[in-house]
């Protein structure tokens, strides 16, 4: 359950940021520090979401 609330939230935080590209900065700064892929157990676990918002950032 933990992980398909990660998933909707970074979904949702992902297609936010394309209609205001900040948030996709403010998205890259809550998953280095909260690290969503550590506290997931299957779904985001082999997933680079830090690098995914980094480069929808740049």
Same mark, same amino acid.
């Given at each position: 359950?933990? /992980?398909?609330?990660?998933?909707?939230?970074?979904?949702?935080?992902?297609?936010?940021?394309?209609?205001? %590209?900040?948030?996709?900065?403010?998205?890259?700064?809550?998953? /280095?520090?909260? +690290? %969503?892929?550590?506290? +997931?157990?299957?779904?985001?676990?082999?997933?680079?979401? +830090?690098?995914?918002?980094?480069? =929808? =950032?740049?």
């Amino acid at each position: 359950m933990r /992980d398909l609330f990660f998933v909707f939230y970074l979904l949702m935080l992902f297609v936010v940021g394309l209609r205001r %590209p900040f948030l996709f900065v403010l998205g890259y700064i809550y998953i /280095d520090m909260v +690290s %969503p892929q550590r506290l +997931s157990y299957y779904m985001l676990s082999g997933i680079p979401i +830090s690098l995914i918002f980094f480069v =929808a =950032a740049v």
